[in-house]
T-cell receptor, first 113, second 113 residues
Framework: DQQVKQNSPSLSVQEGRISILNCDYT??????FLWYKKYPAEGPTFLIS?????DKNEDGRFTVFLNKSAKHLSLHIVPSQPGDSAVYFC????????????FGKGTKLTVNP | DTAVSQTPKYLVTQMGNDKSIKCEQN?????MYWYKQDSKKFLKIMFS???????INETVPNRFSPKSPDKAHLNLHINSLELGDSAVYFC????????????FGEGSRLTVL
């Protein structure tokens, strides 16, 4: 029962172009969404988040969009850089709590120079 | 100074053995977690502790026993290891009841032969 789905296991983009990573969720109780980035042999690190009361949050090159009616969120990286190459996990929580984050399987992004 | 540190990073052992993984955080956080990333790459919560008290136990077999001697440490002991226990185990911490930003350790890769 995957409550958070990342249907693209991998994505490859050219340096300087936009990377768009997608995430779908099924649980309508989720009200806070996060993206984590993971390099090989390291733990995931928090990247950006969005509350369900917003539809967009921006932090430098990273923007997360939330479409509640479609239960869909996306992470845009513009411009993409080779150092962005990593696995990106989408995660969600209900009632704003960190106790029970639900993660997707991740999307491996490769940014080619 | 590593914020969340786990030892050992790699563990190879035989079925039926007992092993422990240690975790320490120096961030002053109240809440600590154990997550398991299995072969399908899902990151799933196993346990959550707040100030040494267990607050989440996600239907993990009772062969897994977490221990929190103080709020900066959360250790994981696994009895009678099985092949299916092979995974990467991540420790994480967060301020209690925050919105989901977790700080992860580097992970401990357990291989059961």
């Amino acid at each position: 029962d995957q409550q958070v789905k990342q249907n693209s296991p991998s994505l490859s983009v050219q340096e300087g172009r936009i990377s768009i990573l997608n995430c779908d969720y099924t649980n309508s109780m989720f009200d806070y969404f996060l993206w984590y980035k993971k390099y090989p042999a390291e733990g995931p690190t928090f990247l950006i988040s969005i509350s369900s009361i917003k539809d967009k949050n921006e932090d430098g090159r990273f923007t997360v969009f939330l479409n509640k009616s479609a239960k869909h969120l996306s992470l845009h990286i513009v411009p993409s850089q080779p150092g962005d190459s990593a696995v990106y996990f989408c995660a969600a929580s209900a009632q704003g709590g960190s106790e029970k984050l639900v993660f997707g399987k991740g999307t491996k992004l490769t940014v080619n120079p | 100074d590593t914020a969340v540190s786990q030892t050992p990073k790699y563990l190879v052992t035989q079925m039926g053995n007992d092993k422990s993984i240690k975790c320490e955080q120096n961030l002053g956080h109240d809440t600590m977690y154990w997550y398991k990333q299995d072969s399908k790459k899902f990151l799933k919560i196993m346990f959550s502790y707040n100030n040494k008290e267990l607050i989440i136990n996600e239907t993990v077999p009772n062969r897994f026993s977490p221990k929190s001697p103080d709020k900066a440490h959360l250790n994981l002991h696994i009895n009678s290891l099985e092949l299916g226990d092979s995974a990467v185990y991540f420790c994480a911490s967060s301020p209690y009841l925050n919105t989901g930003e977790l700080f992860f350790g580097e992970g401990s890769r357990l291989t059961v032969l």
